[in-house]
């Protein structure tokens, strides 16, 4: 069975970069695509972007200039960078594998933009 | 592009059917039969309810099922529990020619009366 957890810190300055890791058991990450998503409090979720395992990835244009996610193979991991964030970067991170529908998702994680 | 619409709130009663929308456009749910429900108790992980607009995934109930009308998706849960009560999240790919390329609906929170 495929899990996903997040983890990573809870608290980011303003202008600073968020960095999140997903780790996945019970699959290797050389297969399917892989997702972050966020939900901003009181907002809908959003779709961050994807990584394949060849290294290809996609992003949501709102987001694209600031976004980066990568991917270790070796560790069964991949990571999200989101740079000079601002309190609108506020919300709860999810990673998620993907095949046109996300299954499974991790538990999410609650990352604070604030000084 | 904007998220996909659904009503803020729906409730019902146990063992009462209801069902939830998720209006998109024709770039969206309209042009793909790739819409995906998720059900999501607060503090835990999202969960795949269905798939390919209608699809459940081994382990669903049969309670719940999914159906599409023009740019309109719709999931129905019947036979209304108290477990049922959540926040139930739409969404569609969009294709890589209307970015981005999977927008979510703006969630519907349902209460078991």
């Known amino acids: 069975q495929v899990q996903l957890q997040e983890s990573g810190p809870g608290l980011v300055k303003p202008s600073e970069t968020l960095s999140l890791t997903c780790t996945v058991s019970?699959?290797?990450?050389?297969?399917?695509?892989w997702s972050w998503i966020r939900q901003p409090p009181g907002k809908e979720l959003e779709w961050i972007g994807y990584?394949?395992?060849?290294?290809?990835?996609d992003y949501n244009p709102s987001l694209k200039s600031r976004v980066t996610i990568s991917l270790d193979t070796s560790k069964n991991q991949f990571s999200l960078k989101l740079n000079s964030v601002t309190a609108a970067d506020t919300a709860v991170y999810y990673c998620?594998?993907?095949?046109?529908?996300?299954?499974?998702w991790g538990q999410g994680t609650l990352v604070t933009v604030s000084s | 592009q904007s998220a996909l619409t659904q009503p803020a709130s729906v409730s019902g009663s146990p063992g009462q059917s209801i069902t939830l929308s998720c209006t998109g456009t024709?770039?969206?749910?309209?042009?793909?039969?790739?819409v995906s429900w998720y059900q999501h108790h607060p503090g835990t992980a999202p969960k795949l309810l269905i798939y390919?607009?209608?699809k459940r995934p081994s382990g669903v109930s049969t309670r719940f099922s999914g159906s599409k009308s023009g740019n309109t998706a719709s999931l129905t849960i019947s036979g209304l529990q108290a477990e049922d009560e959540a926040d139930y999240h739409c969404c569609s790919y969009a294709g890589s020619g209307t970015p981005p390329l999977y927008v979510f609906g703006t969630g519907t929170k349902v209460t078991v009366l």
């Open positions: 019970g699959d290797p990450i050389s297969s399917y695509y």
């Open positions: 998620a594998r993907l095949v046109h529908w996300f299954d499974p």
């Open positions: 990584i394949y395992f060849t290294g290809s990835t």
């Open positions: 024709s770039s969206d749910v309209g042009n793909y039969n790739l």
């Open positions: 390919e607009g209608s």
